[in-house]
């Protein structure tokens, strides 16, 4: 535990949040995401304090509901947002507001069944959004680099004999969420390249969150997993946990429209994403957008981006609807 706390302190503030979630998950004093509010509700962008969110009420056609993939505690990830959507009003003229899924439901379900007009959502959950609902994806984060894309990582114990994938095979796994990209779909990806199917693993499980398979492996619960390869980065380098491979590059999270909503408004709304710009003219007003999946902004994406990642996701049966949260 000293160590760990050590770690804390000493981290890159870039990855601050998401090792806040592992000291949570390592001292077990906060539940994590079942301690979300079970209803839906939104959020007035006029009220800033989400204490004062009301009652999910959609009677106002007008209003475009932006939902998100919860990554940070609920209050946290709304604080993050509502910044954001007061620029979009600011740049297009539309209201928009911020809706919290509730955690019997999904934002790739809310966003097909038009509950929401748009969604911050992982590559994952776009290509379930798009398969079963006819979603579509205009914009994708630009990560710290400027980078449009994202890798995952697969980690094992710094004294573990694994020393490449292909050691893997016979050995327990850890994924994270069954919905998640960098937790789950890449990881299925990098050791089915060795040859490598989960029927091939001695046995495996998900966790909900990318701290959670930290914990996993660190306690020797597990002996590999696979994870956010940032995340995995910075735990090597205090000697935590060891990197087996980074995958390649994949598409990054983007914003998907809901097939009902008009082009012209899904034009207008994408010009100001791509202009919004996070390290400049829109910085001071922002609420730790640094810890969102697109620090730097947006850039275009197009169905086309992803189309390995769907062929992946296809031959995994990744893309019939699934329940709960998408990341």
């Known amino acids: 535990m000293n160590k760990t706390f050590e770690f804390l302190q000493k981290v890159n503030l870039k990855y601050s949040v998401k090792v806040i979630f592992l000291f949570v998950v390592l001292s077990t004093l906060l539940t994590g995401c079942s301690s979300q509010a079970e209803k839906a509700i939104d959020i007035d962008l006029e009220n800033r304090s989400y204490t004062e969110a009301r009652s999910n009420s959609q009677e106002v056609t007008d209003v475009i509901y932006l939902g998100f993939d919860r990554r940070l505690e609920t209050k946290e990830d709304v604080k993050m947002y509502v910044p954001l959507l007061n620029y979009l009003e600011k740049e297009t003229g539309y209201q928009f507001k911020v809706h919290v899924t509730p955690v019997n439901s999904s934002v790739v379900e809310e966003l097909g069944l038009e509950k929401i007009q748009m969604a911050a959502i992982g590559t994952l959950g776009y290509l379930q959004a798009s398969e079963n609902y006819d979603a579509i994806i205009t914009v994708k984060g630009l990560n710290m680099e400027d980078k449009d894309r994202y890798k995952a990582a697969i980690v094992t114990r710094p004294n573990s004999p694994i020393k490449t994938i292909s050691d893997i095979r016979g050995r327990s796994f850890a994924f994270g969420d069954p919905a998640s990209t960098q937790g ?83 034009d207008r709304i994408t010009q100001a994403l791509v202009k919004f710009d996070p390290k400049g003219k829109e910085k001071a007003s922002l609420y730790h957008w640094e810890r969102s999946e697109m620090p730097h902004g947006f850039t275009y994406a197009n169905d086309q981006d992803y189309y390995e990642l769907r062929n992946w996701a296809d031959k995994f049966g990744l893309l019939k609807k699934v329940e709960g949260e998408i990341k």
Do not use: C
């Open 184 to 266: 789950h779909l890449i990881p299925r990806i990098m050791l089915s390249q060795k040859g490598i199917e989960i029927s091939s693993l001695k046995y495996f499980q998900n966790f909900a969150s990318h701290s959670e398979v930290a914990n996993a492996v660190m306690s020797g619960r597990f002996e590999a997993g696979g994870m956010q390869d940032t995340l995995a980065k910075a735990l090597e380098s205090e000697g935590l946990l060891k990197i087996v491979a980074v995958s390649e590059e994949y598409p990054s999270s983007g914003i998907a429209f809901s097939k009902g909503v008009h082009k012209d408004v899904i």
